[in-house]
């Protein structure tokens, strides 16, 4: 699914216009992305959180020359799905 057809999705869903429905996605992924900066965890009930993980620095390999590159560290946002969600897919 791409965020147009959750768009259309949303709109169609909750009988808004699209212009509408995608403001409303656009405010939603933004005030993810924001608490995700501010390292606050995110936590949606039944379906899963988001929280921001620390990657340290480390030494990589060149694939094609097998030089060494280090890789600088890093934040990296991650997701852990819900119980509900889990269950919902395997069923």
Known sequence: MTKADLVEKVASEAEMTKKDAEQ?????FESII???NKGEKIELRGF???RVRERNARQG???KTGEAVKIPAKRVAYFKPGKELKDSINK
């Open 24 to 28: 409303l996605v656009e405010i939603i």
């Open 34 to 36: 924001d608490s995700l």
């Open 48 to 50: 899963g959180s988001f």
């Open 61 to 63: 390999r060149n694939p």
